[in-house]
């Protein structure tokens, strides 16, 4: 393991099958039950959340938590971050009250990379701006491996707010390193130029897209990243581009939804293909525990 986790794209599919082969343990052991683990004794974890996060957040304090480490929130409204203090004054502090490994969600692309040169303390990057979610990225292909038990020669349609979205970014790269098909769709104004030079095929329609895919993944649209006047109205959006069971059918047989949530329910996707036997969106969210207590495992081993 790498000191840092900061993005799939510098990432060997080695160091990938690595961080999946550990997450399929640590998901075995949260099956039965087993939450007393000591791999990160000793160990003091801390989460560093510029942005609002329900998911990463709860289940990297949870994955330190059933690893034995110790575990720390930082709530940035009530920090010296308030006060101006810099990502690196910030990030050295934790480190100097001995916090090994800082886990880092910030609304600026770059912003993990840049403060995990400067630091002895591993970083790992919890989501930055629209650049990279790795732990997303390897959460979805653990998912993908446990339901189809292998990801070469998989075809995933990635739909929906392609621009903005970092788990696209990180799926993207993660996918075609281990030898699957991404397939994308989203509004024009929603996919950024020259997307397909990653390696990607731009698909022209939601059915194009979706026909002879094994995994439909949804990506929500991010308003809250949006100028005004790359989106029509939600009900506009939703007939034209949502994933809708009738839409699925086009998809193979044993075709699987994923998102990584939060959802839109009615917007990017419906209420019944979230819940329906297909969706594996609440599996994802275990799955995103084991992954980050692999990480945590992983990195414990070396400290
Ligand atoms: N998927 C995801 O990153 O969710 P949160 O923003 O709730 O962490």
Redesign the pocket.
Known sequence: MRKDLLGLEGLSREEIEEILDTAAVMREHLDKGEINLDYAKGVSVVNLFYE??????TSFENAAKFLGANQVNIAVGNSSVAKGESIYDTVKTLESIKNGIVVIRHNMAGAPQYVAKKVNARVINA?DGQHE?PT?ALLDMLTMKRHFGKIEGLTVAVIGDIKYSRVARSNIFGLLKMGAKVKLFGIKTLMPKGIEEMGAIVCDSIEQAISSSDVVMGLRIQLERQTSGQFPTVKEYFNEYGITMERMKLANKNAIIMH???VNRGVEISGEAVDCEQSRIFDQVTNGLAVRMAIIKLMAEEK
């Not at 609002?52 to 957040?57: K, M």
């Open positions: 609002n996060s329900t998911r990463t957040r989501g979610h997303q990584p949530a939060p």
